[in-house]
């Protein structure tokens, strides 16, 4: 697959790149499969400091690795103006910030052992601020930031379809293949995040909106296939797992023992 990746600052109108956007998407999500799912078992001690494993240190990377490849995408739309490019700083903002609080708060919780001494911890002073970082305010942070660059993926991707660029059939598949891992990884950590109040309806409303836009070729048929084929397949596991579980949906982590 060739990529051809030609960015022109200003440039609303030029033509959009599909192979290049349905590659940027896949790197996307690989990243975030990568970076959030299998960290949590790495569990061996990086450096002096007690409680920094190798958890820690793979998740510092995963806003590093992967916004840039979100923004490339919007940029190779051709389509992104100033206000989508500041609509996007901001909410990388905030993804960033979110992911970080979760980060350096569970890495804190998790240096107690789990069970009585785990529980002993979180119920002094120190130990609710802690909780209430990592579960409430750094998920909602963070999961909100993520639904709103979706939101914003696509909005670039509407405009960019103007463009007479025609999306081959492999960049569709290298689109739907993202989706897949997207969709997947969007599960996983909103259902173990307790975000699904947000996750599920946002989901639905993503996967509404990219079917309503789906007949548009170019940038704007690559990016409503990602969307659709991850949307579809978050709620087939959710509504997996709620069928499995019961209502409300259960820690996936916590339930399955993993």
């Known amino acids: 697959m060739r990529l051809d990746i030609s ?11 599909p192979d290049g956007i349905a590659v940027a998407l896949l790197g996307f999500a690989t990243a975030l499969t990568v970076f959030l799912l299998f ?3 790495l569990r061996g001690q990086v450096g002096s400091v007690p409680g920094f494993t190798g958890q820690e240190a793979a998740d510092l990377l995963t806003p590093i690795i992967a916004m840039p490849l979100l923004a490339l995408a919007v940029e190779l739309t051709g389509e992104a103006t100033t206000r989508t490019r500041v609509l996007l700083i901001a909410l990388v903002a905030l993804w960033v910030s979110g992911q970080g609080i979760h ?3 569970n890495a804190i919780g998790d240096v107690f052992p789990a069970g009585p001494e785990r529980a002993a911890f979180y119920a002094t002073s120190a130990g609710a601020l802690d909780h209430a970082l990592d579960e409430v305010l750094s998920h909602w942070m963070w999961h909100l930031a993520w639904v709103g660059l979706l939101g914003t993926l696509l909005l670039a991707g509407v405009t960019g379809a103007r463009t007479t660029t025609m999306a081959s059939r492999r960049s569709k598949w290298v689109a739907g293949l993202a989706g897949v891992l997207h969709g997947f990884t969007w599960f996983v950590v909103t259902d173990e995040g307790g975000t699904w109040a947000l996750a599920i309806p946002a989901t639905i409303l993503l996967l509404v909106l990219a ?3 789906r007949s548009r070729d170019g940038a704007g048929r690559v990016i409503t296939s990602f969307l659709i084929v991850g949307s579809l397949l978050t709620l087939a596991l959710y509504g997996t797992w709620i069928a499995y579980a019961g209502w409300p949906p259960a820690s996936l982590i916590e339930r399955l023992g993993l």
Not at 7 to 17: E, F, I, K, M
């Open 39 to 41: 960290p949590p078992f």
């Open 7 to 17: 960015l022109q600052s200003g440039d609303r109108g030029g033509r959009g790149q």
């Open 211 to 213: 079917l309503l836009l």
């Open 103 to 105: 980060l350096a708060a």
